[in-house]
């Protein structure tokens, strides 16, 4: 069963950076998107952006286009955003969640039910 562990979330001040890990353990299929998730308080899910393996094509939100950027090491088996500017409208707990198909994914994937497996979420706050 595939696991996903989320790291690097913490506090930042307003106009800084941070980068997120998603480490990506036991996957054994070729297809897949690996997207990011946010949730905060009295919010609903919201999708962030995600990478598709078959082209490593990625793809963001408009509330973070220009800012987030996600990528993947594939030795080490990481997928990490790097979040720069962040905003006051950015704190929340960050999940990365894995879409497994058998065929390849192709375009953004920002439906959270598609997906198949999800970390446990690391928060990120911004103080001021």
């Known amino acids: 069963q595939v696991q996903l562990v989320e790291s690097g979330g913490g506090s930042v001040q307003a106009g800084g950076s941070l980068r997120l890990s998603c480490d990506v353990r036991?996957?054994?299929?070729?297809?897949?998107?690996i997207g990011w998730f946010r949730e905060a308080p009295g919010k609903e899910r919201e999708w962030v952006s995600n990478i598709n393996s078959d082209d490593g094509s990625t793809y963001y939100a408009d509330s973070v286009k220009g800012r987030f950027t996600i990528s993947k090491d594939n030795a080490k088996n990481v997928v990490y955003l790097q979040m720069n500017s962040l905003k006051p409208g950015d704190p929340a707990v960050y999940y990365c969640?894995?879409?497994?198909?058998?065929?390849?994914?192709?375009?953004?994937?920002?439906?959270?039910?598609?997906?198949?497996?999800w970390g446990q979420g690391t928060r990120v706050t911004v103080s001021s």
């Open positions: 969640a894995i879409d497994i198909e058998l065929l390849p994914r192709i375009g953004a994937t920002d439906l959270w039910n598609e997906y198949d497996y």
């Open positions: 036991e996957l054994t299929r070729d297809w897949y998107a």
